[in-house]
């Protein structure tokens, strides 16, 4: 590794740390001020979730195919000004569709801003990708827990006395910071390559994993139900928060000892247990949510080395185009899952989205067992 690259590389990784303080900083706390202080039911909650998905990751096949061709440093810092512009609305809006704009420009910031990264992460050795990958998630999941920590003193010492939307404004500042940090990327000249095969070419984006991930998606349908689900047991934002502080906490460590550990296992023995993991934590979700949810921790931080440790690893050119397209079909996929898990909770309880989190997870291994 170059130190050009390395320097390049830490300021990502800055980049994404600060991005996720911010982000935390927010939606941790906005499952509670949509429920208590806009007042709106779970399929509404669902569309949050499956919408900001959708968008998020519809907009990173395009961010991802364009970063191949324009300037990484100029896609990241309009990524970080939606996000900007996002929290004047989540600050002034009054109803639940005034959230719904905010929660679409932060996606769309999201959908920017991450095939860019995962792609410059990529360009590093192929052997040590799993590593690359899993510090730079262990990085995002300290900021995370920054965030959260935040919101967790915010709830238990401010939130009587300051209002949610108030406390809204000092997310701005990480995200001042961030666009700062993008004039630091050094941008490589690019020497653009030839290749037989044509871009449309479906075996480009190997369509075994599209459907797994696809179907995982299913178990993975977004965190504000399994945080409302441990909230409807306690009856605390605070201690909730204080859960989700624990859940970060482990889903840092595990970020980064998955990545090392997918180098070792490999990639279908690596999936088979992220998929146990996915089955187990659902099924806890039903009767033991706390449990279920820091179990949850371990299976979402092995999920993303899984994705992009193995699609970094396969893809030989046009990274940003098929990191897009996973992310894309990923997102398409959360949009559905959130829906169906916020009727499914509206209709017949809390514990009926968890139940089709563990079908979902069957069939999943049912597919790595026939297919891979």
């Not at 998020?56 to 395009?62: A, Y």
């Not at 899993?134 to 995370?144: D, L, P, T, W």
Request: net charge positive.
């Amino acid at each position: 590794m170059k130190n050009g690259n390395l320097s390049t590389v830490v300021v990502i990784n800055t980049i994404t740390f600060l991005l996720a303080v911010s982000y935390e900083m927010v939606f941790t706390v906005l499952p509670f001020f949509l429920v208590n202080t806009i007042g709106v039911s779970m399929i509404i909650i669902g569309l949050l979730e499956g919408g900001y998905d959708l968008i998020s990751n519809s907009v990173k096949i395009f961010a991802g195919y364009w970063s191949d061709f324009l300037s990484k440093r100029k896609i990241l810092a309009t990524g970080i000004l939606f996000s900007i512009v996002s929290r004047a609305y989540f600050i002034f809006g009054k109803k639940w569709n005034d959230i719904l704009l905010a929660v679409s420009l932060e996606a769309a910031s999201e959908g920017i801003q991450v095939p860019v990264s995962d792609t410059v992460l990529s360009s590093e050795k192929k052997k040590n990708l799993g590593k690359i990958y899993g510090i730079n998630r262990a990085v995002e999941s300290i900021g995370y827990f920054v965030g959260i920590f935040i919101a967790f003193v915010y709830t238990v010492y401010y939130l009587k006395d300051i209002p949610y939307q108030t406390y809204f404004y000092l997310s701005i500042i990480p995200l001042l910071l961030a666009f700062v940090m993008v004039f630091l990327i050094k941008e490589p000249a690019k020497k653009e390559k030839v290749y037989p095969v044509p871009i449309v070419s479906l075996e480009f984006f190997f369509p075994r994993y599209l459907i797994l991930f696809f179907v995982l998606s299913f178990a993975n349908f977004g965190y504000s139900f399994y945080i409302l689900k441990i909230y409807g047991d306690i009856l605390s934002e605070s201690k909730t928060i204080g859960v989700y502080v624990f859940f970060t906490i482990l889903i840092a460590v595990a970020s980064y000892l998955s990545g090392k550990f997918y180098d070792i296992a490999g990639e279908k023995r690596f999936l088979q247990i992220t998929i146990f993991l996915f089955f187990l934590s659902h099924l806890l979700m039903i009767n033991m949510p706390v449990v279920g949810f820091l179990i949850f921790a371990l299976a979402d931080a092995f999920l993303e080395i899984g994705i992009w440790a193995t699609v970094g690893k396969k893809v030989k050119f046009r990274k940003g185009f098929v990191f897009g397209t996973y992310h894309f079909t990923v997102g398409f996929s959360s949009l559905i899952a959130g829906l169906v898990a916020g009727y499914l909770w509206d209709s017949f309880g809390a514990e009926a989205p968890f139940i089709m989190g563990c079908i979902a997870s069957v069939v999943a291994f049912i597919i790595i067992r026939k297919y891979f």
